[in-house]
């Protein structure tokens, strides 16, 4: 069985993606930050249809926290193949408004975070694929949030690189997702929803199976000849 990491799968795509991939047969190590119950719900849908995983609490900003997630999935389960970074924050403020902390947060979690994963892991991946989830505002910016967006083109960056560097051993690709229906746009009014579904080609919000999806092909042999894409998983919304 192929041990995969995926971080932040107590809520949202990061718990689809731990779903899509229990069923496609992998072992998980769920990760969570401060959801330990949403975490041990995944956990128990996963060990409903006969997978295995395991629930570990680490914030993905803290190296040490992150290099003891992992060393305690390897004790247990051996030779990691699969890396998810999913883990995020959006604060949604104007440039004039955002404080140099949620700068730096949002930088800790979206892009340090990603790193630290790859870091720490390494040391136990003879072979394998690592998937990052980036985000369309990557590509177009973003009106609410100029750390968001850097953080979300950084890690695109730090994909690359790793690509080049990891071959041919390690495959290393992202996703770049479009609007999402989790709780990161749970602030969005009905109004605003409706509105973003008409600027939508396909003409509606994506679900985080869609992601998952997404994320399991590249993670998956069947992705065998890919390595250093971004995958755009939006709908339409921003065609490249
Ligand atoms: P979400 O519903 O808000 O879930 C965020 C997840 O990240 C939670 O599981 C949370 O865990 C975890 N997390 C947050 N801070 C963490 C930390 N410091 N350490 C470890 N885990 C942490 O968000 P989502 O929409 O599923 O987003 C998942 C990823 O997709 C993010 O990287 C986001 O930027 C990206 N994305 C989302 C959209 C969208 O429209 N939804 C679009 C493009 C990209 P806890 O609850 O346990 O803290």
């Given amino acids: ?83 998810v970074a999913n883990a995020g924050i959006y604060i949604r403020k104007n440039i004039r408004d955002m404080s140099i902390d949620d700068w730096n947060r949002t930088i800790e979690v979206n892009l340090n975070g990603a790193f630290y994963l790859v870091k720490a892991a390494l040391p136990y991946m003879e072979r394998g694929s690592i998937v990052f989830v980036s985000s369309q505002l990557a590509f177009k910016g973003s009106p609410s949030s100029v750390a968001y967006s850097a953080s979300k083109a950084g890690m695109l960056g730090l994909m690359r690189s790793l690509a080049i560097q990891l071959a041919p051993d390690i495959r290393v690709n992202a996703v770049a997702p479009g609007t999402i229906d989790t709780d990161m746009i749970a602030s969005y009014t ?9 600027e939508i080609p396909l003409g509606r919000i994506g679900k985080p199976e869609e992601v998952a999806r997404a994320v399991a092909f590249l993670l998956d042999e069947d992705s065998s000849y890919i390595t250093g894409a971004t995958l755009d998983v939006n709908g339409g919304l921003y065609i490249r």
């Fill in 190 to 198: 009905l109004e605003r929803r409706k509105e973003r579904e008409k």
């Fill in 1 to 83: 069985m192929k041990n995969v990491i995926v971080t932040g799968a107590s809520r949202g795509i990061g718990r689809a993606i731990a779903m899509e991939l229990a069923k496609r047969g992998y072992r998980i190590a769920i990760n969570y930050a401060r959801s330990k119950d949403r975490a041990l719900e995944v956990l128990k849908s996963i060990r409903e249809i006969g997978g295995e995983a395991e629930i570990y609490r680490a914030d993905v900003s803290s190296y040490p926290e992150v290099e003891n997630m992992v060393m305690e999935f390897h004790r247990k389960y051996g030779n990691i193949y699969g890396l």
